[in-house]
Nanobody, 127 residues
């Protein structure tokens, strides 16, 4: 049974930083591209960042470039999302997702390209 468990986030001040973690189990982590998405109240789930199975070629949404950093530790089956210079508009539930890829460099960005999802972790940015 595949499980993705997010942690981190919570209530943070604008301008601050936080790091989200997502630990996977029940799958061969190194065979999966990993992505982060977020969903704010009343809005659709949107792509934030993704990283290929071989660590290279991260991809970011234009709205978060320069402030968000995705990384992974295959030995720990964990993907991270560091968020710097937090803004109130970053307030959302953040989800991690996993998709098996054959291509080492593949970084899917559409939600429907991902098979497995975590339960989400809330990030609330106070101004």
């Amino acid at each position: 049974q595949v499980q993705l468990v997010e942690s981190g986030g919570g209530l943070v001040q604008a301008g601050g930083s936080t790091r989200l973690s997502c630990t996977a189990s029940g799958l061969t982590f190194s065979s999966y591209a990993m992505g982060w998405f977020r969903q704010a109240p009343g809005k659709e789930r949107e792509f934030v960042a993704a990283i290929s199975r071989n660590f290279g070629h991260p991809s970011y949404a234009d709205s978060v470039k320069g402030r968000f950093t995705i990384s992974r530790d295959n030995a720990k089956n964990t993907v991270y999302l560091r968020i710097d210079s937090l803004k109130p508009e970053d307030t959302a539930v953040y989800y991690c997702a996993a998709q098996m890829t054959v291509d080492l460099w593949s970084v899917p960005t559409a939600p429907n390209r991902y098979r497995y999802w975590g339960q989400g972790t809330q990030v609330t940015v106070s101004s």
